[in-house]
């Protein structure tokens, strides 16, 4: 739902963006066609980069080198495809929508970010969860959280496996710290499990009627969208 918002502000932004080159743009200008290509090459390259991996790049400079890579890959399959189309683009032109294209979607995001961050501080759209995982990678994980400031996770209490007798008394545990916090569901770093043990205990949250997410310590650096067992956010 959330990432559905951000590709579609994406879009509409990108579109905005385009519109605006075209008015700056010197003679010749960009043909509408050549525009719209430009457009939907541009978000098909911030797919390929991984700008909807998150639903915000968590580090703002990070985000904005993707936008601009986005916006310059576009530029140059353009280039190309006009070149073997025979109506080559003017490159001060073209220069003028990567220009324009980029500063509106980076502001965009900017704005996206502020209204996430606001939305969260009130409270809405968060979900309580208990964190399985060892006590060097939960520490990790809970400052990754915080820094994520789109991530509907808020950690109210954690349990290392480590500590635990066995697979049962780790599920046993588990579901008892999440009903006694009430949580929503419980986060599971599978690198803190092997995986037999893990899908056993996925299994027996989801049969509590606990919502899982199973999530890997990569997160930490590269924020991949978690394998959610559960509903979606």
Same mark, same amino acid.
């Given at each position: +739902?959330? &990432?559905?918002?951000?590709?579609?502000?994406?879009?509409?932004?990108?579109?905005?963006?385009?519109?605006?080159?075209? /008015?700056?743009?010197?003679?010749?200008?960009?043909?509408?066609?050549?525009?719209?290509? /430009?457009? +939907?090459? +541009?978000?098909?390259? +911030? %797919?390929?980069?991984?700008?909807?991996?998150?639903?915000?790049?968590? %580090?703002?400079?990070?985000?904005?080198?993707?936008?601009? &890579?986005?916006?310059?890959?576009?530029?140059?399959?353009?280039?190309?495809?006009?070149?073997?189309?025979?109506?080559?683009?003017?490159? @001060?032109?073209?220069?003028?929508?990567? %220009?324009?294209?980029?500063?509106?979607?980076?502001?965009? @995001?900017?704005?996206?970010?502020?209204? /996430?961050?606001?939305? @969260?501080?009130?409270?809405?759209?968060?979900?309580?969860?208990?964190?399985?995982?060892?006590?060097?990678?939960?520490?990790?994980?809970?400052?990754?959280?915080?820094?994520?400031?789109?991530?509907?996770?808020?950690? %109210?209490?954690?349990?290392?496996?480590?500590?635990?007798?066995?697979?049962?008394?780790?599920?046993? &545990?588990?579901?008892?710290?999440?009903?006694?916090? &009430?949580?929503?569901?419980?986060?599971?770093?599978?690198?803190?499990?092997?995986?037999?043990a893990a899908n056993r205990?996925?299994?027996?949250?989801?049969?509590?009627?606990?919502?899982?997410d199973l999530s890997s310590?990569?997160?930490?650096?590269?924020?991949?969208?978690?394998?959610?067992?559960?509903?979606?956010?």
């Amino acid at each position: +739902m959330r &990432r559905a918002l951000v590709v579609g502000c994406d879009l509409s932004a990108i579109a905005v963006g385009v519109l605006v080159g075209r /008015f700056l743009a010197p003679e010749p200008v960009p043909g509408a066609g050549l525009s719209a290509g /430009f457009g +939907m090459l +541009m978000l098909v390259a +911030m %797919v390929s980069l991984r700008l909807y991996s998150s639903r915000l790049a968590t %580090v703002r400079t990070q985000e904005l080198a993707q936008v601009g &890579r986005s916006g310059i890959w576009a530029l140059l399959l353009l280039a190309a495809a006009s070149l073997l189309a025979g109506a080559a683009i003017d490159l @001060r032109a073209g220069f003028t929508l990567l %220009v324009s294209t980029v500063v509106v979607v980076s502001i965009e @995001r900017e704005l996206l970010r502020r209204w /996430f961050v606001a939305r @969260r501080q009130a409270g809405h759209g968060l979900w309580a969860s208990i964190l399985v995982a060892s006590a060097t990678e939960g520490s990790e994980y809970r400052r990754a959280i915080d820094e994520d400031t789109t991530s509907p996770h808020v950690i %109210v209490g954690q349990i290392d496996p480590a500590t635990c007798a066995s697979s049962d008394d780790l599920l046993t &545990r588990a579901v008892a710290l999440a009903r006694g916090s &009430r949580a929503d569901g419980v986060v599971v770093l599978e690198s803190s499990l092997d995986r037999q043990a893990a899908n056993r205990l996925v299994r027996g949250l989801l049969d509590a009627g606990l919502y899982v997410d199973l999530s890997s310590p990569c997160l930490l650096y590269t924020s991949p969208s978690p394998r959610d067992c559960g509903p979606d956010l």
